[in-house]
């Protein structure tokens, strides 16, 4: 068994009795906008500018993201690329928009979390253990839907 394997098999059992599915997938993807909108917006060193304008914690982390990505499975990080590309986007539209990336990013996370404590019951210790892996969750989501249509993961 893969990584990839056991790191679905582990997500998806602690997230087979789950109260409100639909709000938990809305969930998900709101917690990791709102959290790498939050690593956007942290100051950076002067190297990191030097480097790229467009190199900052955020940004960094959504590379690091998608190496990991590549390293646990293929078809998972082809798949993923086009969410990563759109956090991405979506960070810089807002940095350069008239709106406070951090309060946007804030209320992005907030909400994702009132979304998983309503998707998942009051269950802290699960709702903690969803933040620790909050990465693997976009490639569970994204797992179901291939084996779904029948894609190997």
């Known amino acids: ?7 679905l098999i582990r997500y998806g059992e602690a997230h087979e009795s789950l109260r409100n599915p639909l709000v938990f997938w ?3 993807p709101m917690i990791v906008t709102g959290i790498t909108g939050l690593l956007w917006t942290l100051p950076v060193p002067a190297e990191f500018y030097e480097i790229s304008p467009l190199l900052n914690w955020g940004s960094a982390f959504i590379m690091v993201t998608a190496i990991y990505y590549f390293i ?4 998972l990080a082809i798949g993923l690329l086009p969410f990563l590309l759109g956090l991405a986007s979506i960070h810089m539209w807002l940095a350069g928009s008239g709106y406070s990336p951090l309060a946007v990013s ?6 994702g979390t009132v979304g998983l404590v309503l998707g998942r019951g009051n269950r ?30």
């Open 26 to 28: 809305a969930a998900v």
């Open 72 to 75: 646990i499975s293929l078809s």
């Open 124 to 153: 802290l210790r699960a709702i903690v253990q969803d933040f620790q892996l909050i990465m693997i969750a976009p490639a569970w989501l994204l797992s179901v839907l291939y084996r779904r249509f029948g894609i190997p993961v």
């Open 106 to 111: 804030s209320g992005l996370a907030a909400a």
């Open 1 to 7: 068994m893969t990584d990839i394997d056991n790191w």
